[in-house]
Antibody, heavy 115, light 109 residues
Framework: QLQLQESGPGLVKPSETLSLTCTVSGGSISSSSYYWGWIRQPPGKGLEWIGSIYYSGSTYYNPSLKSRVTISVDTSKNQFSLKLSSVTAADTAVYYC???????WGQGTLVTVSS | QSALTQPRSVSGSPGQSVTISCTGTSSDVGGYNYVSWYQQHPGKAPKLMIYDVSKRPSGVPDRFSGSKSGNTASLTISGLQAEDEADYYCCSYAGSLWVFGGGTKLTVL
């Protein structure tokens, strides 16, 4: 049974780059037809899709974040990652790795942007 | 890409039924049969309740049902129970992209 677990710094300074990793356990990250993604939720607010990466290597990003987001996969480590550059306080949120539209979600990790 | 439109709140008494709507466009809800619904309790990760418009994952009670008409999807919860009180989010595929609704707070009176 596949499981996801986020990891990364809980505090990032303004203007720096937020970096998170999601480790996939219980199966291979590179199996065909799989896709992976990141979703965030600011405190007290709703869910926002950040982006997704497909087994083919294709990536798709939320247009509102596209200029700052990079999602990549490391098949050797069975992990995929998120990088969000030039962060501000508005990027403070719980970040989830997940399969958008599906039932596979990590537990989430709170990232606070503050000096 | 705009968020899907959900009512901010709904309420019902135990045993009653409630329906939560999720309105999008022909580019998302209306264009694909890939609408999901999530239940989220405070401090917890979202839990999938419905996928592909009307399918229930294993373990989700049949009190939860989903449907779609045109650009609007709906989640119906029948036989309301106290533990159903939570936030509910719809999510739709939008052609390589995904979009969420703003969320609906369900209060069980």
């Amino acid at each position: 049974q596949l499981q996801l677990q986020e990891s990364g710094p809980g505090l990032v300074k303004p203007s720096e780059t937020l970096s998170l990793t999601c480790t996939v356990s219980g199966g291979s990250i590179s199996s065909s037809s799989y896709y992976w993604g990141w979703i965030r939720q600011p405190p007290g607010k709703g869910l926002e899709w950040i982006g997704s990466i497909y087994y083919s290597g294709s990536t798709y990003y939320n247009p509102s974040l596209k200029s700052r987001v990079t999602i990549s996969v490391d098949t050797s480590k069975n992990q995929f990652s998120l990088k969000l550059s030039s962060v501000t306080a508005a990027d403070t949120a719980v970040y989830y790795c997940a399969r958008p539209g599906g039932g596979l979600w990590g537990q989430g990790t709170l990232v606070t942007v503050s000096s | 890409q705009s968020a899907l439109t959900q009512p901010r709140s709904v309420s019902g008494s135990p045993g009653q039924s409630v329906t939560i709507s999720c309105t999008g466009t022909s580019s998302d809800v209306g264009g694909y049969n890939y609408v999901s619904w999530y239940q989220q309790h405070p401090g917890k990760a979202p839990k999938l309740m419905i996928y592909d418009v009307s399918k229930r994952p294993s373990g989700v009670p049949d009190r939860f049902s989903g449907s779609k008409s045109g650009n609007t999807a709906s989640l119906t919860i029948s036989g309301l129970q106290a533990e159903d009180e939570a936030d509910y989010y719809c999510c739709s595929y939008a052609g390589s992209l995904w979009v969420f609704g703003g969320g609906t707070k369900l209060t069980v009176l």
